[in-house]
C-alpha cells in the first residue's frame, strides 16, 4: 500500500553530476527520516545520506562535500544532488523511508520501506 518510486539514475562521465528522487505515495500518516543507501557489487549495502523531517542531514565520510541531500515534506519526497562524480560512486542507489502508515486518519504500525533502486554508472 506504501510505496517508494526513484528516478534520475543513469550514465555520467567522472566530474559529472546527476540528480536522484525518491517520492513516497499510499496510505501514508507521516513521512520520518528518509535516506539513501547505495550497493556496489560485491560490497554490502551502506548509508550515503539521510535527513529527519525536521532537515537535520548526515552523510558517509565518502561523499561529504559532493552530495547534497534535501526533502520536500509537502510531496512526500526525498532527493539527492551528486557533484564531481568519481567511478568509485558506481553502485545501485537505494531510497529508504521510515514511515507510518495510516488507517484512515490514524497512525497504525510505522515501517521501513524500501525504493526499487536506479543504477548510477560514472565512467573513467
Known amino acids: 500500500q506504501v510505496q517508494l518510486v526513484e528516478s534520475g539514475g543513469g550514465l555520467v562521465q567522472a566530474g559529472g553530476s546527476l540528480r536522484l528522487s525518491c517520492a513516497a505515495s499510499?496510505?501514508?500518516?507521516?513521512?520520518?527520516?528518509m535516506g539513501w543507501y547505495r550497493q556496489a557489487p560485491g560490497k554490502q549495502r551502506g548509508l550515503v545520506a539521510n535527513?529527519?523531517?525536521?532537515?537535520?542531514?548526515n552523510y558517509a565520510d565518502s561523499v561529504k562535500g559532493r552530495f547534497t541531500i534535501s526533502r520536500d515534506n509537502a510531496k512526500n519526497t526525498v532527493y539527492l544532488q551528486m557533484n564531481r562524480l568519481k567511478p568509485e560512486d558506481t553502485a545501485v542507489y537505494y531510497c529508504?523511508?521510515?514511515?507510518?502508515?495510516?488507517?484512515?486518519?490514524?497512525?497504525?504500525?510505522?515501517?521501513?520501506?524500501w525504493g526499487q533502486g536506479t543504477q548510477v554508472t560514472v565512467s573513467t
Open positions: 499510499g496510505s501514508i500518516f507521516k513521512v520520518n527520516v
Open positions: 529508504n523511508a521510515l514511515i507510518w502508515v495510516a488507517a484512515g486518519t490514524v497512525p497504525i504500525d510505522e515501517y521501513y520501506y
Open positions: 535527513i529527519t523531517s525536521g532537515g537535520r542531514t
